[in-house]
């Protein structure tokens, strides 16, 4: 357990969710007024596809193992992930606190296969349609995208590219088919991420390139 601990002591940084969690969901449990109904035209013309809801719930593996693989494989690229991950959901809390938004569009009949069926329901059921904008869906799957896209195990894989784009676009597209977001949450998740990216990848704020290569 010491030799564990020495050797993965970048662990810290979960800290963040005693900070994060109690913050999320204490939103959550504010009342149904004063909330901003974020529907547009776009998503009136959306359908409902039961079917996305696999890559909805697929979001959690997604982000889970991007996280875990770069945790154990690479410590440069663990702090970058994270940083642009936590920054980018602390904006969103931030966001939620001031601007509270709504998206109750959910369709009142749920056709689909017996799984399907109950997985939406079951996401509909424990994710209340509040403080959606940005979507922190959809700005974590493009985060966990950049990152695999980045690390330095696949620099000059094609394959790793088309996947973890593709995880990203589904992912996206699945919160707009189910009815969880509209796609201001989806656009404004997407340009608060080029924001992180430039600012953590390209300009290197917090120097991680620097304190890694010290350690």
Known sequence: MKKFLSQ???????????????????????GDSGF??????????????TWFIYPYVYW?????GTI?????????????????LFIGMTICLIIFTI??????????????????????????????????????????????AIALIKCYDFRNSITMKIFASTSAILITLSTMFIKQHSVLDAVSAGILAIIL?????????FKINQRVDAE
Request: glycine fraction near 2%; aromatic fraction near 26%.
């Open 197 to 205: 990216y430039i600012l953590i990848y390209k300009v290197d704020i």
């Open 68 to 84: 875990a693989y770069l945790f154990f494989r690479h410590k440069k690229e663990f702090y970058q992930c994270v940083a642009f």
């Open 8 to 30: 993965y002591k970048h662990a810290w940084v979960f800290l963040y969710f005693i900070f994060y969690l109690p913050w999320y969901f204490g939103l959550q449990l504010r």
């Open 36 to 49: 901003h109904d974020v529907y547009t035209m776009i998503d009136q013309a959306t359908p409902f596809i």
């Open 99 to 144: 601007y509270p938004t709504s998206y109750n569009h959910r369709p009142d009949v749920i056709e689909g296969s017996a799984l399907s069926t109950f997985l939406v329901n079951f996401i509909y059921t424990a994710d209340k349609s509040q403080n959606v904008f940005p979507s922190i869906h959809v700005y974590n799957s493009i985060g966990c």
């Open 60 to 64: 959690f593996l997604f982000v889970a």
